[in-house]
T-cell receptor
Framework: KQEVTQIPAALSVPEGENLVLNCSFT??????LQWFRQDPGKGLTSLLL?????REQTSGRLNASLDKSSGRSTLYIAASQPGDSATYLC??????????FGDGTTLTVKP | GAVVSQHPSRVICKSGTSVKIECRSL??????MFWYRQFPKKSLMLMAT?????????EQGVEKDKFLINHASLTLSTLTVTSAHPEDSSFYIC????????????FGPGTRLTVL
């Protein structure tokens, strides 16, 4: 059974800092790994999707890496802004759409 | 990317009533849709896999008679919470996978259900 762990559970940083969010998973047989953002009371916003054959994906200030063999992914956020404050979820797809989610990292970026 | 919609976005109902939530893939066909539930301050948990034209597959611990799923077409799946109780209050999110060449699923915006 796939298990997904996200560390840290919460993170508070001053504006402008670069930061890294971590996601680990127990079963390396995955289709893809996806990072989402969720604002309070809202749905999911897809940030980056990494296919199992890929090592990383970049979008703007975000960069996500994937190391299947070690069961790890990181989400790097450069030059953080208060608008980046949200909960970031990592989801691992192990069976053509059946995703296992981590509990998320709640990020607060202070002005 | 492909768009998935959910309706309603928010619903409040009385205990004992049934509530239907729709999940639609707007610009693609999806043979498979997934229903997730999110408890407050918790992550999403897969409830069931909805297959077009066949019965849904429920995850362990999910009552199939409580959460009725119908996937009548390639663009629509519905989740009906029957005889809702306050403990059914939650955020329900669906996702849809492309009919061919699966490589990712697309998530809907979610439905907030509050049972009084």
């Amino acid at each position: 059974k796939q298990e997904v762990t996200q560390i840290p559970a919460a993170l508070s940083v001053p504006e402008g800092e670069n930061l890294v969010l971590n996601c680990s998973f127990t079963d390396s047989a995955i289709y893809n790994l996806q990072w989402f953002r969720q604002d309070p009371g809202k749905g999911l916003t897809s940030l980056l999707l990494i296919q199992s054959s890929q090592r990383e994906q970049t979008s703007g200030r975000l960069n996500a890496s994937l190391d299947k063999s070690s069961g790890r992914s990181t989400l790097y956020i450069a030059a953080s802004q208060p608008g980046d404050s949200a909960t970031y979820l990592c989801a691992v797809d192990t069976n053509a759409g059946k995703s296992t989610f981590g509990d998320g990292t709640t990020l607060t970026v202070k002005p | 990317g492909a768009v998935v919609s959910q309706h309603p976005s928010r619903v409040i109902c009385k205990s004992g009533t049934s509530v239907k939530i729709e999940c639609r893939s707007l610009d693609f066909q999806a043979t498979t849709m997934f229903w997730y539930r999110q408890f407050p301050k918790k992550s999403l948990m897969l409830m069931a896999t909805s297959n077009e034209g066949s019965k849904a597959t429920y995850e362990q611990g999910v009552e199939k008679d409580k959460f009725l799923i119908n996937h009548a077409s390639l663009t629509l799946s519905t989740l009906t919470v029957t005889s809702a109780h306050p403990e059914d209050s939650s955020f329900y999110i669906c996702s849809a996978a492309l009919k061919v060449a699966y490589n990712e699923q697309f998530f809907g915006p979610g439905t907030r259900l509050t049972v009084l």
